[in-house]
């Protein structure tokens, strides 16, 4: 499949629901398949299933999250599976997002224009990566 035919699946992990529901909006807007899990439990659910998504954005506060599982779960995966993780913190969750392992980190608020680079460059990296 042509990387311009590949539809981007992606994963928001947020409990926040206008920010979930913008994510969702931004995201679909841009010809992205977007699932959400509201909590700890959600987002276990997706990353234990088949499903593939190209990037993952994670709140790092969210309550009740295992950040260590999570991570865990994450790289159960093989290397060229893995996905990569955008951390949402509306602080700097330094310890967060390291454990996370994430390849970026968008401070709440942030703007959506930035979301959707992020989402451009790091879902074409996990589509040739994929194909190859």
Not at 63 to 66: A, L, N, S, Y
């Given at each position: 499949m042509a990387e311009t035919e590949h539809r981007h699946d992606v994963l928001v992990i947020e409990d926040d629901p206008t920010i979930r529901r913008?994510?969702?909006e931004v995201l679909t807007a841009r010809g992205c398949q977007v699932v959400v899990a509201r909590d700890s439990a959600e987002a276990s659910a997706h990353l234990s299933s088949d499903r593939r998504p190209c990037i993952l954005f994670v709140d790092t506060m969210l309550?009740?999250?295992?950040l260590r599982y999570l991570t865990e779960q994450l790289h159960l995966r093989p290397v060229q599976e893995r996905v990569p993780v955008v951390a949402l913190t509306a602080s700097r969750n330094a310890a967060g997002v390291r454990l996370l392992g994430a390849v970026d980190c968008l401070e709440k608020p942030f703007a959506f224009g930035r979301v959707l680079d992020i989402v451009a460059k790091h879902c074409a990296r996990v589509v040739r990566q994929r194909s190859s």
């Open positions: 913008v994510l969702c309550p009740g999250i295992d």
